[in-house]
């Protein structure tokens, strides 16, 4: 059940009306990682949920995320307006200007109209809580960087409202499928194959015109990940992938062993 009450979550005030940046700001209203596609899809994840925490949780963000529909469309309306009478203002988004009256429209920021195909909704928890986790920090990217093109005080105040929010969503997120107890590899019920699941293909190599190399990290280097060089050059090929074998054409002595190095952490060194 939804109501609406005659109030925005932030107060939006606009100094002075920016039309090009508020076509800009279309694409948190109507883009691919804008607050309509982040409302439906929790929304909609939240209506197939079975666990009633989880679904407590999408609920309420994605009604949260309504209301920032509502502030970054408002926003974008102050900014969009002047292209209804201002001839200049209008050459900067004329699909806006003469079609829309100066006026917001679910579409991105290139005038491609909103799609439910950003939505991601798969009806397994855990892979829908990841999801959501990279869409909050797309969106943050997003509202950050409208923040640097932004010249208004005002307006930056009310995306950094929006921005900041992201970020708690992100971290409900985060607990929400931490609270699901599930190892960080486990997906679904089907194990992967043993051996294969484990095997780091260094399928590109060579040293690169930018000075671009094959590095050691925790990817390579972690107890238990087998590297296997070139791959393609040394006929690798995978013969078998039951869940209980995993053969492939470099089984035994041609599979280079584990390395057990411990990685550097973040950056990698150059091996
Ligand atoms: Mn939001
Ligand atoms: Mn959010």
Redesign the pocket.
């Known amino acids: 059940m939804y109501h609406h009450i005659k109030k925005l979550m932030f107060t939006v005030r606009v100094g002075t009306p920016e039309p090009r940046f508020g076509n800009m700001l279309l694409e948190q209203f109507g883009g691919a990682n804008g607050e309509l596609a ?1 409302a439906m899809q929790y929304s909609i994840q939240g209506i197939n949920c079975e666990n009633m925490a989880c679904k407590d949780l999408l609920m309420d ?1 994605g009604t ?2 309504l209301s ?1 529909l509502e502030v970054i469309g408002t926003l974008a309306r102050m900014h969009l307006k002047p292209m209804k009478k201002d001839a200049d203002a209008a050459e900067h988004d004329p699909l806006i200007a003469i079609a829309g009256g100066g006026g917001v429209a679910l579409c991105n920021s290139m005038g491609n109209a909103w799609t439910a195909d950003y939505l991601k909704v798969t009806g397994e928890l855990d892979v829908d809580l990841r999801s959501n986790i990279a ?2 920090a797309r ?1 943050k990217i997003v509202y950050e960087r409208l923040i640097n093109f932004c010249d208004d005080p005002d307006s930056k105040q009310a995306l950094q409202f929006l921005m900041t ?2 970020i ?3 971290r409900s997120f985060m607990q929400a499928l931490d609270g699901l107890g599930k190892s960080a590899l486990s997906i679904g019920a089907i194990p992967p194959t043993p051996g294969i699941v484990d095997h780091y293909l260094n399928a590109s190599t060579g040293e690169g015109d930018e000075g671009e190399n094959d590095f050691e990290a925790q990817w390579n280097t972690a107890e238990g990940i087998q590297v296997v060089e070139t791959p393609a050059l040394n006929e690798y090929q995978v013969l078998e992938a039951t869940p209980k074998a995993g053969r492939t054409t470099l089984d035994g002595d041609k599979v280079e062993p584990s390395r057990t190095k411990a990685g550097t952490g973040k950056t990698g060194r150059k091996r």
């Open positions: 982040a963000i949260e995320e920032h869409a909050e969106a929010r992201e708690t969503h992100l």
